[in-house]
C-alpha cells in the first residue's frame, strides 16, 4: 500500500517529496538485552542532503510522541491528553476526533503532560497502545504513569495501568517509551527537579526502566525483582536501538540551567546495570564508577535533545543516530565510530527552519516524520503550528 502525503512545507528543493511505501515498522531480530557492540559498516562520514520537507498535517497542541501503525494510521500524542490520528492518502490530514483523551496533567510553560507512545510490535493482532503520563495525585503531588489502551473500532479504550506513582513535577518527567528489539518495553524516566532520586535504585525516577509488555519485571533484569534498567539519569527523552547491534542509545538532558554547570547534554550508550552519574558527576569526568556519555555538547552549547532514531533502511546513511533538539531548533545527526562508543561525524539538519523540533521517526521507506514543538510555552508558534514534517535525507 503506498499514501500520498499531503502539501509541501517550505523546502531546500520544492520538489516533490517520495510517499510512505508501506505501511508498518519492520522489527530488527532479537539480540539479548545488553549486547556487546561489534564493529558494523559505518554510515557515511560526511554530511546528508536535504531533499525535501514535506507538511503532513498542522494544528496540533505541543504534540510529543508518536508511532506509526501497520494500517497506515500514525498515532501523535499532545501533551494536553489527547492522542490524535494523523492520516495519508486521499484522507490525509489530522482527524478532528482524538483517538483518545486522558485525565493527563498539562501546562503551558512546564514538561509534564501526555507524553510517549509505543505500538505492541504484535500491534495487527492485538491492538494495544501504550502511552505514559503525568496526573494529579491526592494532596496535588505530579506523578507519572504507564498504561496500556485498547484499540476498538478506531478508538482507544479500557485503560489498563501497568506502572504507577513514577515521581514526577512540572518539568523532568522523561516519558519516552519504546519496544526493543528483545520484546521488552523500555521507559524514559526523569529525576522530578530532586536530583537525589537517579541514585537511588528504591526509586523510579532518573532512570531507565524495562518491563514485560504486561508491565511486570523481566526475570533477567540487572537488579532482580526491580524495573530498574539503568541509573543516574536527569531527564531522558529519547530512545533508540541501533539497527545491526541492537544496543540502545538516548538523549538526556544537562543542567542547562544552572550556572555554572551549563548545558552538558548527552548521548549515551545504555548497558544492563549501568550508572550514568547524575547528580554527582556531569559532562564527561572520566570516573570509572560511571559511564561516559558517547557525545556531548560540552559548556556553552544547548541542544536540549528529543526523541531519537536511527536509518535503518539500506544506503549511505543506514546506521546515522538522530535526534530532536528543542533549544538547538535542528535535527541532529551522528555516525558512531565502528566499536558504537565514540563519535565519527557530526552535524546539524533544517537548522532554525520550524523551531523547537520534538520527535524524530524512521517511516518504513527510510524518510523521518518529525515533530515541532513550538507550542509548548517555550516557542514561538507559526499560525499553522504545530506540525508533523515528513523529511527526505540522501
Known amino acids: 500500500m503506498t499514501f500520498a502525503c499531503a502539501q509541501p512545507a517550505t523546502g531546500p528543493t520544492g520538489t516533490p517529496a517520495p510517499t510512505l511505501s508501506q505501511s508498518a515498522r519492520t522489527s530488527p531480530p532479537a539480540p539479548t538485552p545488553t549486547p556487546t557492540p561489534t564493529p558494523t559498516p559505518s554510515p557515511r562520514l560526511g554530511p546528508a542532503v536535504v531533499e525535501n520537507v514535506q507538511l503532513i498535517a498542522s494544528g496540533l497542541e505541543a504534540p510529543w510522541g508518536m508511532a506509526l501503525a501497520p494500517d497506515g494510521r500514525l498515532f501523535v500524542t499532545e501533551r494536553p491528553g489527547r492522542v490524535r490520528i494523523v492520516r495519508f492518502g486521499t484522507r490525509a490530514g489530522l482527524e478532528a476526533q482524538p483517538w483518545a483523551t486522558l485525565p493527563a496533567r498539562a501546562n503551558p510553560d512546564a514538561e509534564r503532560g501526555l507524553l510517549g507512545i509505543a505500538l505492541d510490535p504484535d500491534f ?9 503520563y503525568s496526573y494529579a495525585a491526592p494532596g496535588g503531588a505530579t506523578l507519572n504513569r504507564l498504561v496500556r489502551l485498547h484499540d476498538i473500532s478506531g478508538a482507544g479504550t479500557d485503560e489498563k495501568i501497568l506502572l504507577d506513582n513514577i515521581p514526577g513535577s512540572s518539568n523532568h518527567d522523561g516519558g519516552r517509551i519504546e519496544f526493543g528489539p528483545d520484546g521488552k518495553l523500555y521507559v524514559a524516566t526523569g529525576d522530578g527537579e530532586q536530583q537525589a532520586r537517579a541514585q537511588d535504585r528504591s526509586s523510579l525516577g532518573g532512570k531507565i526502566l524495562r518491563l514485560e509488555k504486561d508491565g511486570s519485571v523481566p526475570a533477567d533484569n540487572p537488579f532482580p525483582g526491580s524495573p530498574v534498567f539503568s541509573l543516574g539519569h536527569r531527564n531522558v527523552q529519547g530512545l533508540a536501538f541501533h539497527p545491526d547491534t541492537g544496543v540502545l542509545y538516548e538523549t538526556e538532558h544537562g543542567p542547562s540551567g544552572f550556572f555554572p554547570a551549563c548545558c552538558q ?6 548497558e544492563a546495570g549501568a550508572n550514568y552519574g547524575w547528580p554527582i558527576v556531569t559532562g564527561k569526568p572520566g570516573d570509572p564508577r560511571f559511564r561516559d556519555p558517547i557525545a ?23 546506521g546515522s543516530f538522530l535526534f530532536a533538539a528543542l533549544r538547538g531548533q535542528h535535527m541532529h545527526r551522528i555516525v558512531f565510530t565502528p566499536d558504537g562508543r565514540g563519535v565519527a561525524f557530526e552535524e546539524r539538519l533544517i537548522v532554525n527552519q520550524y523551531g523547537r523540533l520534538r520527535d524524530v521517526y524512521e517511516t518504513p521507506s527510510g524518510e523521518f516524520l518529525v515533530l515541532t514543538s513550538n507550542r509548548d ?10 506540525r508533523v514534517l515528513l523529511v527526505t535525507l540522501r
Open 377 to 386: 510555552g517555550r516557542g514561538r508558534p507559526a499560525a499553522d503550528d504545530d
Open 124 to 132: 495487527s493482532r492485538s491492538g494495544f497502545v501504550y502511552l505514559y
Open 296 to 318: 556531548w555538547s560540552g559548556n556553552i552549547d544547548t541542544w536540549a535533545p528529543s526523541g531519537a532514531a536511527f536509518a535503518t533502511r539500506p544506503g549511505p546513511l543506514r
Open 265 to 270: 547534554d548527552e548521548v549515551n550508550l545504555i
